[in-house]
């Protein structure tokens, strides 16, 4: 079936190295950012989410920094592995909104 | 438990035909939003319920476009006189709570229409 990363950024690690996805988000009113895990023909699935008075939050195998002068965030996955392989989106929030505002997503691919 | 649902899964339309597209969330959810996603591309936002009130509709591209969800849960999301740049994966995503930061979405696999 059709690609859910077709024409986006790819990021090519091997495995059990560490994988380092950047993003620049669009609004400086958000105040809550999430990442999320695509996999082809599915959802996109909640990995860590931070708010804006952090700048650093960890989870299993996976760090997200938050650089709100820039504008910047980064998710981190340690340890790399074949089913880490999917399209990766930041998502930034306005608190007391619903909307949820996507990046254009990175795809991660994992060589065994 | 089961998560949310989406059907159909795969939809082929002619251009100018209507179409329905159902979803259903985690029983118990309060929220349910609607999304659009092009190929390649990340995630739109479309429109947000909270049980049966559609609180936001800001991101509905043309009034060809209507969601509804009668009774707090199922929800269908209309596309009438579909066009070509309607192709995409419609993607449902439900959460217990009303407030985005607090809570979790769950989002369904989508439904890939594709106009012809």
């Known amino acids: 079936g059709e690609s859910v990363g077709l024409h986006l950024p790819t990021l090519s690690v091997q495995e059990g190295d560490n994988s380092i996805i950047n993003c620049a988000y669009s609004?400086?009113?958000?105040?809550?950012f999430i990442w999320y895990k695509q996999e082809s023909g599915k959802g996109p699935q909640f990995i860590i989410d931070?708010?804006?008075?952090?700048d650093k939050r960890q989870g299993q195998r996976v760090t997200v920094l938050l650089n709100k002068t820039v504008k910047h965030l980064s998710l981190q996955i340690a340890a790399t592995q074949p089913g880490d392989s999917a399209v990766y989106f930041c998502?930034?929030?306005?608190?007391?909104?619903?909307?949820?505002?996507f990046g254009t997503g990175t795809k991660l691919q994992v060589i065994p | 438990g089961a998560g949310v649902s989406q059907s159909p899964r795969y939809k082929v339309a002619k251009r100018g035909q209507d179409v329905a597209l159902r979803c259903d969330p985690i029983?118990?959810?309060?929220?349910l939003f609607w999304y659009q996603q092009a190929l390649g591309q990340g995630p739109e936002f479309l429109t947000y319920?909270?049980?049966?009130?559609?609180?936001?509709k800001s991101g509905l591209p043309s009034d060809r476009f209507f969601a509804e969800r009668p009774e707090g849960s199922v929800s269908t999301l209309k596309i009438q006189r579909t066009q070509q740049e309607d192709s995409a994966v419609y993607l449902c995503?439900?959460?217990?709570?009303?407030?985005?930061?607090?809570?979790?979405?769950?989002f369904g696999p989508g439904t890939r229409l594709l106009v012809l």
């Open positions: 931070i708010r804006s008075n952090m």
């Open positions: 029983s118990g959810h309060v929220s």
């Open positions: 995503a439900s959460s217990l709570i009303s407030k985005v930061s607090q809570e979790t979405q769950y």
């Open positions: 609004n400086s009113a958000s105040d809550y």
């Open positions: 319920f909270q049980n049966e009130a559609q609180l936001d």
């Open positions: 998502a930034e929030n306005i608190e007391g909104y619903q909307k949820v505002t």
